[in-house]
């Protein structure tokens, strides 16, 4: 069964620092790995989308990488602002899913000025 | 851009009672998924539909119950509510045709509280 799980929980930082947040699922066999952002109380935003054929995806300060054989993921911000603080989840697409989404705990990002 | 919308945003329901949730897809998504989000918890999935079929089933309750209409709109359907029930019901949709993959596009969420 696909477990996913990120490190670490909660993370607060000054402002400007260059973040790395882990993801890490147990079974390599997946398609895709998602990465969203999640406000207090609120929904689930999109940030980048790694298939299963690709290494990276990066969208303005933000960088994922996926690593399949060692079961990997990571999520770079770089020049973290206030406004980057949220949770952020890691979700895998497992195979023979049907596209089904296994989510990580999510990590407290707290970006102080 | 047209996104997921769901209704109600906020619902109060007494135990015991029903709730109807309803989730539109994006224009021409014909996936939809439902997830639940426990207080503190990761998003769960409970059930998906492809072209009104479906799909996948997660850990849904069978007080649960849930169908795709011919528009491609959503219903979760929801009976004898426990107070375990409380939680963030997401509904997300897709154009991802079978058994291709593509991103999930999820609501903002319908904020289920059983007092």
């Known amino acids: 069964k696909q477990e996913v799980t990120q490190i670490p929980a909660a993370l607060s930082v000054p402002e400007g620092e260059n973040l790395v947040l882990n993801c890490s699922f147990t079974d390599s066999a997946i398609y895709n790995l998602q990465w969203f952002r999640q406000d207090p109380g609120k929904g689930l935003t999109s940030l980048l989308l790694i298939q299963s054929s690709q290494r990276e995806q990066t969208s303005g300060r933000l960088n994922a990488s996926l690593d399949k054989s060692s079961g990997r993921s990571t999520l770079y911000i770089a020049a973290s602002q206030p406004g980057d603080s949220a949770t952020y989840l890691c979700?895998?697409?497992?195979?023979?899913?049907?596209?089904?989404?296994?989510f990580g705990a999510g990590t407290r990002l707290a970006v102080h000025p | 851009a047209a996104g997921v919308i769901q209704s109600p945003r906020h619902l109060i329901k007494e135990k015991r009672e029903t709730a109807t949730l309803k989730c539109y897809p994006i224009p021409r998504h014909d996936t939809v998924y439902w997830y639940q989000q426990g207080p503190g918890q990761d998003p769960q999935f409970l059930i998906s539909?492809?072209?009104?079929?479906?799909?996948d089933k997660g850990s849904i309750p069978d007080r649960f119950s849930a169908q795709q209409f011919s528009d491609y709109h959503s219903e979760l359907n929801m009976s004898s509510l426990e107070l375990g029930d409380s939680a963030l019901y997401f509904c997300a949709s897709s154009p991802a045709r079978l058994p291709s993959v593509d991103t999930q596009y999820f609501g903002p969420g319908t904020r289920l509280t059983v007092l």
């Open positions: 979700a895998a697409y497992p195979r023979g899913g049907y596209n089904k989404l296994i």
């Open positions: 539909f492809y072209e009104k079929m479906q799909s």
